[in-house]
């Protein structure tokens, strides 16, 4: 009776979880190597196969080169599967950037659009082309129709979709839907720290927050890009790692000072 009761439990958790991954019944992910970040996630790890949205704050939502470092190491690893796709509103791209972090620059097509809904579009058609792994789409932002045809280009050939909100300059930032985002997360940059014994600039960091994560659980680390300019595709760990949050701590408030006779 307890087995019979623990296989319809199970089979009810597959639906739910099938349910929560917008119909797909593939629930392939990418780990991030951490029980603290794939614990979030129903799949234990960023779901494969939907589009996940990444965005910033202030001057950062105009450059959008913290979100747009973070999602290419967040996908390095599924670059050596296909082709990666970058679409533009901006040529500025800093390809040897990518490189430097570990993104595979053999595996990259640029693709510059005229104007927002024609980024959308080219990025509907490249997450439905074969051979295509990942989808990277620079854009202001994804209404609830256009995120629904994203997923369903998405669920056709199981490519990722990775959408960088970047407003234009001095333009004023639009509310962030996302609704039919697998996840949205908000990347800011962080002081990096050099190794011990080591003087000058460390690897570079990220503060992220998870702010909305399908059927999970929300969270905020810091990152840091794991062997920065030695990273190579062909590596079995994943290029982003977490930073011990002890050395990340704010000081204590100084203590008030009094003069004594």
Do not use: N
């Not at 196969?49 to 290419?72: K, L, Q, R, S």
């Not at 800093?94 to 024609?118: K, M, N, S, T």
């Not at 994203?150 to 959408?163: H, I």
Request: charged share 25%; with cysteine; hydrophobic share 45%.
């Amino acid at each position: 009776m307890s087995g019979f009761r623990d296989e319809r439990l199970a089979a009810l958790k597959a639906k739910i979880a099938t349910l929560e991954a917008g119909g797909r019944a593939d629930s392939e992910s990418l780990p991030f190597g951490d029980p603290r970040i794939d614990s979030c996630f129903l799949t234990g790890g960023l779901p494969l196969g939907c589009w996940h949205e990444f965005g910033a704050e202030g001057m950062e939502a105009e450059t959008a080169a913290c979100p747009a470092a973070f999602a290419a190491l967040t996908a390095a690893p599924l670059a050596k599967r296909g082709e990666a796709v970058w679409i533009l509103r901006r040529d500025d791209l800093f390809a040897p950037g990518l490189v430097g972090l570990g993104f595979p620059a053999e595996r990259l097509i640029q693709v510059c659009a005229r104007d927002e809904a024609e980024a959308l579009a080219v990025a509907e058609d490249a997450l439905a082309t074969p051979g295509v792994t990942a989808v990277f789409a620079e854009v202001e932002a994804v209404s609830l129709t256009a995120g629904r045809r994203l997923q369903l280009a998405c669920e056709k050939r199981g490519a990722t979709g990775f959408v960088i909100r970047r407003r234009p300059y001095g333009g004023k930032a639009k509310a962030a839907s996302g609704s039919a985002a697998a996840s949205r997360w908000r990347v800011t940059p962080a002081a990096s720290e050099p190794g011990p014994g080591e003087f000058g600039l460390g690897p570079p960091r990220w503060a992220v927050t998870l702010e909305r994560c399908r059927g999970g659980r929300t969270g905020a680390w810091l990152f840091e890009a794991a062997d920065a300019y030695t990273y190579e595709a062909s590596d079995g760990t994943h290029p982003l790692r977490l930073v011990a949050p002890l050395g990340d701590l704010q000081l204590a408030p100084a203590q008030p000072f009094r003069r004594t006779a």
